[in-house]
């Protein structure tokens, strides 16, 4: 209830935040990447196909009499019936600084975790469905459209630190056979300070989310933390992060979502030479998956290696080389799904 409480008052805080002007300023932004990349599966046969990716975003915003500016987005492909609804929200920027998002405003402390580099292109290696390891820091940071989250000022408590707070609740519909997330709480943060000639950033975040199938709650609520550190030196970048929790993961099959016991750990750099840019990145997945109400016990797992050349080949236009491999295991089985792949392309940006 309290949850509910918190999320309806902020709804009225925007709509009566001051009279609406009679247009907005809209902003766009986008881009257009197409490449081709060449799959070399551990076992099967050698393919190739055209990748693309494109991303058309409307930013609207205006600013009040007293200060505070209100904004959202949308992508025009959300129009588009196959990709459901528009994941659009609201935020409210105010004169201090800090800054309130109302509506499918995410998880604080998914908001914080730390960009590990890794290969710029969009390649990729298509594992069985049944090997449910991550290679990501933020996923255990679930949440509903029906939430909001806080964004303090910079240097709160303490120089250089940000921090973020965000709670979500149900939509009212009863559990089914898919997992059905009730709630969460999140707090999450980033500390940037100078150590040397080194900025140093560091991110953290913890996440509390609960949820159901068919009534039936998992042995442990989804949840976990991660942090991270980032330091920049010159043109180098050098990046670590580590994550460690509980979420909810389908095999691909209806009514096959299982819960999971998972860690991650990333480390990557990226260097900048003129117009070239160099990414190399190693990520290790594991988990235990196992039915609802009972913890798994044998393990998933997913080591990644990529890297890449970036070239800026006039403004806004970049050329990609990018490589990944990747050697996975399913239930503490090597699998043969695991391999390689090579991107060659172009990202066209405005």
């Given at each position: 209830?309290?949850?509910?409480?918190?999320?309806?008052?902020?709804?009225?805080?925007?709509?009566?935040?001051?009279?609406?002007?009679?247009?907005?300023?809209?902003?766009?932004?986008?881009?257009?990447?197409?490449?081709?990349?060449?799959?070399?599966?551990?076992?099967?046969?050698?393919?190739?196909?055209?990748?693309?990716?494109?991303?058309?975003?409307?930013?609207?915003s205006e600013t009040t009499d007293g200060g505070v500016t209100i904004?959202?987005?949308?992508?025009?492909?959300?129009?588009?019936?196959?990709?459901?609804?528009?994941?659009?929200?609201?935020?409210?920027?105010?004169?201090?600084?800090?800054?309130?998002?109302?509506?499918?405003?995410?998880?604080?402390?998914?908001?914080?975790?730390?960009?590990?580099?890794?290969?710029?292109?969009?390649?990729?290696?298509?594992?069985?469905?049944?090997?449910?390891?991550?290679?990501?820091?933020?996923?255990?940071?679930?949440?509903?459209?029906?939430?909001?989250?806080?964004?303090?000022?910079?240097?709160?408590?303490?120089?250089?630190?940000?921090?973020?707070?965000?709670?979500?609740?149900?939509?009212?519909?009863?559990?089914?056979?898919?997992?059905?997330?009730?709630?969460?709480?999140?707090?999450?943060?980033?500390?940037?300070?100078?150590?040397?000639?080194?900025?140093?950033?560091?991110?953290?975040?913890?996440?509390?989310?609960?949820?159901?199938?068919?009534?039936?709650?998992?042995?442990?609520?989804?949840?976990?933390?991660?942090?991270?550190?980032?330091?920049?030196?010159?043109?180098?970048?050098?990046?670590?992060?580590?994550?460690?929790?509980?979420?909810?993961?389908?095999?691909?099959?209806t009514g096959s979502d299982r819960e999971l016991d998972s860690e991650?750990?990333?480390?990557?750099?990226?260097?900048?030479?003129?117009?070239?840019?160099?990414?190399?990145?190693?990520?290790?997945?594991?988990?235990?998956?196992?039915?609802?109400?009972?913890?798994?016990?044998?393990?998933?797992?997913?080591?990644?290696?990529?890297?890449?050349?970036?070239?800026?080949?006039?403004?806004?236009?970049?050329?990609?080389?990018?490589?990944?491999?990747?050697?996975?295991?399913?239930?503490?089985?090597?699998?043969?799904?695991?391999g390689s792949a090579w991107y060659i392309g172009a990202n066209m940006?405005?």
């Amino acid at each position: 209830m309290k949850k509910e409480l918190l999320i309806g008052t902020a709804l009225v805080s925007t709509l009566g935040a001051a009279s609406v002007a009679e247009a907005v300023t809209a902003t766009m932004s986008g881009n257009h990447q197409t490449g081709i990349e060449f799959d070399s599966p551990s076992s099967g046969t050698d393919t190739r196909a055209q990748i693309n990716d494109n991303n058309f975003t409307v930013s609207l915003s205006e600013t009040t009499d007293g200060g505070v500016t209100i904004s959202s987005s949308f992508m025009l492909a959300n129009e588009d019936a196959v990709d459901g609804d528009l994941d659009a929200g609201f935020t409210l920027a105010f004169t201090d600084g800090s800054k309130l998002d109302v509506i499918n405003a995410g998880n604080a402390s998914g908001s914080h975790d730390i960009s590990v580099p890794g290969s710029a292109g969009p390649e990729g290696v298509t594992v069985t469905t049944a090997n449910l390891a991550p290679t990501g820091l933020d996923f255990a940071t679930g949440a509903t459209v029906f939430g909001v989250e806080y964004h303090t000022a910079a240097d709160f408590l303490a120089d250089g630190l940000s921090m973020s707070f965000s709670a979500s609740t149900d939509n009212g519909a009863a559990a089914s056979s898919t997992y059905k997330n009730d709630g969460h709480l999140a707090l999450g943060g980033t500390y940037v300070t100078d150590l040397g000639d080194s900025a140093v950033t560091i991110g953290f975040g913890l996440s509390e989310t609960e949820g159901s199938t068919n009534g039936t709650s998992p042995s442990t609520e989804e949840g976990g933390i991660h942090i991270g550190v980032s330091a920049v030196t010159g043109d180098l970048t050098v990046a670590l992060g580590f994550a460690d929790g509980d979420h909810m993961g389908a095999t691909g099959t209806t009514g096959s979502d299982r819960e999971l016991d998972s860690e991650v750990l990333k480390a990557g750099l990226k260097y900048v030479s003129g117009d070239l840019t160099f990414n190399v990145g190693v990520a290790s997945g594991t988990t235990k998956d196992g039915a609802f109400g009972t913890p798994g016990t044998t393990e998933d797992s997913k080591d990644v290696t990529s890297a890449s050349v970036s070239y800026a080949v006039a403004s806004g236009v970049t050329a990609i080389l990018g490589y990944t491999t990747v050697d996975s295991a399913n239930a503490g089985a090597n699998d043969n799904t695991d391999g390689s792949a090579w991107y060659i392309g172009a990202n066209m940006s405005f």
